[in-house]
């Protein structure tokens, strides 16, 4: 088998695609939520704490000189991926657990029912017989 029909028949294998739609979808539904945090979320939250401006949140470690550059540490930039994270991986929490909730149903009615509870002369016939086969 060449390399080329290999790597063909290893992308059009069910779970690769399924995980590039998936890698996809992540990466829009990441922009989403990094739109919704910067501007939807957080404005709000801002005028709430006094109207603080997240993005422009930083430390001043040294002050700029001439041509260099200030160097600062944004921390509120920082916040802001944070909230980011934390919206994106609840969302994911909540897919899986509907996903493990769906597969753990359908493994229910999968599943053969219980063999019935032997009968109380089942019991008896067999404790005789292991009986007759110790003597």
């Known amino acids: 088998m060449s390399m080329m029909q290999e790597f063909k028949a290893f992308a059009m294998r069910g779970n690769v695609v399924d995980m590039a739609v998936g890698i996809i979808i992540g990466a829009a539904f990441?922009?989403?939520?990094?739109?919704?945090?910067?501007?939807?979320?957080?404005?709000?939250?801002?005028?709430?704490?006094?109207?603080v401006n997240f993005t422009e949140l930083a430390i001043t470690l040294r002050q700029a000189t001439g041509e260099t550059a200030a160097v600062t540490l944004n921390y509120g930039t920082f916040l802001q991926t944070v909230v980011d994270f934390l919206i994106v991986a609840f969302a994911i929490f909540m897919a899986i657990k509907a996903m493990n909730s769906v597969n753990r149903k359908e493994a229910e009615k999968t599943e053969p029912p219980p063999a019935p509870a032997a009968s109380r002369e089942e019991v008896l016939l067999a404790e005789i017989r292991d009986l007759l086969k110790r003597d």
């Open 30 to 51: 990441g922009k989403i939520v990094s739109s919704f945090v910067a501007d939807v979320l957080m404005p709000p939250l801002g005028v709430l704490l006094g109207s």
